[in-house]
């Protein structure tokens, strides 16, 4: 196989991944690897147990100063750390992992899904079988489409295709990535730290860095 020229490893989206997450990460070249090892961390850390965690029921570990609005819904298994807020109508739909310091907003959905610290989905989101990096945000109705038409396993496609083995594959945003209000993500798609995406944009394939995405036949670079 032909070597990697395309800035979708795991250490180039994700600089300083959460301690409590990392045994997803071991051995992992891609983020899309750790995917189907999601859904097993939260029993296995409510399980041991965690400092400054409280189990809120089995599968559903909740860190300190946590406020989970009376509308939200937590299904399945989760974790939740320090400081996050879950506002009203928030939907956690099993295999959520989030860190400290992040919202999830109003009407919107996680499932299967890594949050790292900061980082925000406040308003009508979708994030299933996704990782979001550190302070990486999505603007009002932005959505991560995780299964295609023809229901295929997905491919990453950059400047060679990254085979997923995968059916369900959502999108991957790197540290400080900002996607702009009402935009689709379709399945497989990496966004890279630092680059912010103009609304109403259908994104597909690998974006590079410190990037502005103004179409997406216009990606310019960041002065």
Not at 78 to 89: D, E, F, Q
Not at 189 to 215: A, M
Request: net charge positive; aromatic share 6%; glycine share 16%.
């Amino acid at each position: 196989m032909d070597k990697r020229t395309d800035p979708i490893g795991i250490g180039d989206l994700f600089a300083d991944i959460p301690e409590l997450f990392l045994p997803l990460f071991d051995g992992a070249e891609y983020p899309w690897e750790i995917l189907p090892r999601i859904k097993d961390l939260p029993a296995r850390l409510a399980a041991g147990g965690i400092d400054g965690y409280t189990l809120l029921r089995p599968g559903v570990l909740v860190g300190r100063d946590v406020m989970i609005a009376a509308t939200a819904t937590i299904e399945g298994t989760a974790v939740i750390g320090h400081g996050t807020v879950l506002r009203p109508g928030a939907y956690l739909r099993g295999g959520v992992l989030i860190g400290s310091g992040c919202v999830i907003g109003n009407s919107t959905e996680l499932k299967n899904c890594l949050i790292m610290d900061g980082a925000q989905v406040p308003h009508y989101n979708y994030v299933g079988d996704s990782v979001l990096g550190r302070k990486a945000h999505m603007g009002a109705g932005a959505v991560c489409s995780n299964l295609k038409s023809d229901g295929k396993n997905v491919v990453v496609r950059g400047t060679r295709n990254y085979e997923t083995g995968l059916r369900k594959v959502g999108a991957f945003l790197g540290d400080g990535a900002d996607i702009g209000c009402g935009c689709v993500l379709s399945p497989g798609t990496v966004v890279g730290c630092g680059t912010s995406v103009y609304p109403l944009t259908h994104l597909r394939g690998v974006i590079p860095p410190g990037c502005i995405v103004k179409r997406p036949d216009n990606i310019v670079k960041r002065k």
